[in-house]
């Protein structure tokens, strides 16, 4: 079964940063890209990065280019998003989420519970 | 950046009924459309990917077409479980979804 384990959030002041995890099982996580995911309160979904199964590869979102660092250690199943510069804007539970492939796959087939980061003063 | 527009963005409906969802992406995606249900609370569930290609175990009531610029969801037989919101996402490039649509009873 795949399990998808996010943790780390919490509150954090504005221009501070935040570095959330997932751990993965159940499934061979060097093989899968994986994505992080975003939803602020009452509000949509917006993928903020993504990076390939192999880590070679990241991809982000205007919204964080140059603030946020996707990363991953394939010998601990586990998958890390650095926030840095945190803006309120930045609140969010952020979901981690397994692609169908591994390379630039956005297709999101297993999502984790997410954590909530909270940015204010 | 390509932006995906979901109507309606309410949708009130009846046990037993069909209803459609419509997703219209602001330039031609071809055919890389995923859709996804997501109850209060809960991470989203990938429905359909590929416009209409449906993820394993997912109930064939849910079928979904298109190409291009505009997309639906279709579920034939609302069920009591099928109340929630539903959103589409374009990977033609990077991946953005829509708003949402939340169907109510």
């Known amino acids: 079964e795949v399990q998808l384990l996010a943790s780390g959030g919490g509150l954090v002041q504005p221009g501070g940063s935040r570095r959330i995890s997932c751990t993965a099982s159940?499934?061979?996580?060097?093989?899968?890209?994986m994505s992080w995911v975003r939803q602020a309160p009452g509000k949509g979904l917006e993928r903020v990065s993504g990076?390939?199964?192999?880590?070679?590869?990241?991809y982000y979102a205007d919204s964080v280019k140059g603030r946020f660092t996707i990363s991953r250690d394939n010998s601990r199943n586990a998958l890390y998003l650095q926030m840095n510069s945190l803006r309120a804007e930045d609140t969010a539970i952020y979901y981690c989420?397994?692609?169908?492939?591994?390379?630039?796959?956005?297709?999101?087939?297993?999502w984790g519970q997410g954590t909530l980061v909270t940015v204010s003063s | 950046d390509i932006q995906m527009t979901q109507s309606p963005s309410t949708l009130s409906a009846s046990v037993g009924d069909r209803v459609t969802i419509t997703c219209r992406a602001s330039?031609?995606?071809?055919?890389?459309l995923a859709w996804y249900q997501q109850k209060p609370g809960k991470a989203p569930k990938l429905l359909i990917y590929?416009?209409?290609s449906l993820e394993s175990g997912v109930s064939s009531r849910f079928s979904g077409s298109g190409f291009g610029t505009e997309f639906t969801l279709t579920i034939s037989s609302l069920q009591p479980d099928d109340f929630a919101t539903y959103y589409c996402?374009?990977?033609?490039?990077?991946?953005?979804f829509g708003q949402g649509t939340k169907l109510e009873i």
């Open positions: 989420a397994k692609a169908d492939c591994g390379g630039d796959c956005k297709v999101l087939n297993y």
């Open positions: 159940g499934f061979t996580f060097s093989t899968y890209a």
């Open positions: 990076i390939t199964g192999s880590g070679d590869t990241t």
């Open positions: 330039q031609s995606i071809s055919d890389w």
């Open positions: 590929r416009t209409s």
């Open positions: 996402q374009q990977y033609e490039n990077f991946s953005t």
